[in-house]
């Protein structure tokens, strides 16, 4: 049929929450399959609600698309990635990520870089550390991986799941396991966490950064949303890119920390992008900065002793 999309979804209805499985659970409203902006109504052709669980304090999408890993193959890798991050921020973040670990990433190490995507982040890593594994589920970016880490001898592409990867290299363990923007993108974090905890040395870390929750620009424009598009919600994207399932903020990170028995290093948000026009952008930022609401969450943690 010329014209014509074909998608086909499946979807989970989460009667409790799924990280922490408590039944405190708060409607947010809904979200649209596309960008929304300020005035949502009409924006979108499907929406899902979006749930926050008062016990963990997650954002997720209720109910939740569990088969999305056919949008990552019909995605334009360069296109993707550059939605989430354009080239001249990737530097800077570079940057600010060692920063962030530099006091508890001790010499040289062993590090498993889980939803690697194209390899931004592999490369930096490979460029520190002694050796890198990178590990990508989706076809299409694992292509664009392997092509922009080939020239690396200290880097092992697979194109793997890290459930997959654990079971087949259950005695591999790692100085740092960097986990990027992943577990906004999976079903089941807590699940993701539990494996990248058993795949740590006795000193290793993991990094985690993921999207928050409490970020100021979602309460500006939940602000505006009162008033034109009352039932809508500006959380996650579980429909289109960047397809975020979950959203988290500090309070989650501590929750699954304890369930997990890991000690979180260091947390802190991410305030450098703000998303609002030029002229607001500095004082969301200096606000965001102030209140500590920014975009993501940036965690480093490592095993109770
Ligand atoms: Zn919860």
Same mark, same amino acid.
């Given at each position: 049929m010329a014209g014509a999309t074909v998608v086909e979804l499946k979807f989970k209805f989460h009667t409790v929450c799924p990280i922490c499985q408590s039944n405190r659970i708060k409607n947010l409203g809904l979200r649209y399959?596309?960008?929304? /902006?300020?005035?949502?109504? /009409?924006?979108?052709?499907m929406a899902v609600n979006t749930h926050r669980c008062v016990q963990c304090d997650s954002v997720y999408s209720n109910p939740m698309p569990i088969n999305i890993n056919q949008f990552y193959e019909s995605e334009n890798p360069d296109e993707y990635f550059d939605v989430i991050l354009t080239k001249d921020d990737i530097l800077k973040r570079w940057e600010s990520i060692q920063q962030f670990m530099q006091n508890d990433i001790k010499g040289l190490a062993r590090v498993l870089d889980v939803g690697a995507g194209i390899g931004i982040w592999t490369r930096f890593l490979a460029k520190r550390f002694n050796e890198v594994i990178a590990i990508e589920p989706s076809g299409t970016f694992f292509k664009v991986l392997k092509k922009n880490t080939s020239d690396a001898s200290n880097i092992q592409a697979l194109q793997c799941t890290l459930e997959e990867f654990a079971s087949e290299h259950s005695e591999a363990r790692f100085d740092l396991v960097f986990i990027h923007e992943v577990l906004e993108h999976v079903p089941n974090p807590v699940e993701i966490l539990s494996i990248a905890r058993n795949m740590l040395k006795n000193s290793g870390i993991i990094y985690i950064c993921v999207p928050n929750n409490r970020w100021l620009t979602y309460e500006l424009v939940k602000l505006v949303y009162g008033l034109t598009g009352r039932c809508f919600t500006p959380h996650l994207a579980p429909l289109h890119p960047p397809f975020h399932l979950y959203e988290f903020s500090k309070n989650t990170i501590r929750y699954m920390a304890s369930m997990l028995n890991l000690d979180i290093v260091a947390i802190q948000t991410r305030t450098d992008r703000t998303y609002v026009p030029g002229l607001l952008h500095p004082i969301v930022k200096f606000f965001s900065r102030l209140l500590d609401k920014g975009y993501e969450v940036e965690v480093l943690l490592k095993k109770s002793t």
């Open positions: 399959n596309a960008s929304q /902006g300020l005035f949502p109504c /009409g924006k979108g052709q």
